[in-house]
């Protein structure tokens, strides 16, 4: 478990709160607790990565609810949904608002750790795919003008041919652009090359 990561759990029910913090701590995972969504909202601006595990049905904003508020602060935490049996429904519906997981009351431990942990690496992979991102934009950004342009028209489907009449430079240069590129990009195939930049846009 990342020394930074933490879960954030909001439920009413004070009981479910306590145990499953205490759950969690016991094995090694940071905790905060939160008697409300809207309590849990207050605490944004000082809010530490990690993961959300809130209750459906809750008196102030009920789970549901603080998905949407939490989407349109386009915050990206990775978001449990705890329920009891008669709400599957709006479980079902919290999973449609971007919750990865509903887990029903009561539950096992082993069925909470191992969603966190299912949580924590999915923050890790944003972290590694946000730092991905940044090389492959360095690497966009030390492209001249025309490899630029070479890159447009090979991710717009278009031929050598095309691309050459289009820049008014010779086929056989096109190929020099391409080769170029590659390089550049660390690209192994074409299609790699396309998926890179289509991952990051290539700046204007």
Do not use: W
């Amino acid at each position: 478990m990342q020394d930074s990561f933490v879960v954030h759990i909001v439920d009413d029910d004070e009981a479910v709160r306590q145990s499953l913090a205490f759950l969690l701590s016991t094995a090694g995972i940071a905790v905060r607790v939160y008697d409300s969504a809207t309590s849990f909202l207050h605490a944004l601006p000082s809010l530490q990565a990690g993961c959300l595990i809130t209750d459906v049905r809750m008196p102030d904003l009920t789970g549901i609810e603080l998905l949407h508020r939490l989407k349109a602060k386009s915050i990206t935490l990775p978001v449990i949904v705890i329920t009891g049996h008669g709400d599957i429904p709006l479980a079902v519906e919290a999973m449609k608002s971007g919750a990865i997981d509903f887990i029903e009351k009561p539950f096992a431990d082993e069925v909470i750790l191992r969603a966190v942990r299912s949580a924590e690496e999915r923050v890790d992979r944003q972290g590694h795919r946000s730092e991905d991102e940044t090389a492959l934009a360095a690497r966009l950004a030390s492209l001249s003008e025309r490899e630029r342009q070479v890159l447009d028209g090979l991710v717009a489907g278009n031929a050598n041919k095309t691309i050459a009449y289009d820049l008014g430079i010779s086929p056989r240069t096109v190929e020099v652009y391409r080769a170029n590129l590659m390089t550049k990009m660390q690209a192994k195939s074409l299609s790699e090359l396309i998926r890179m930049a289509l991952t990051v846009r290539p700046p204007d």
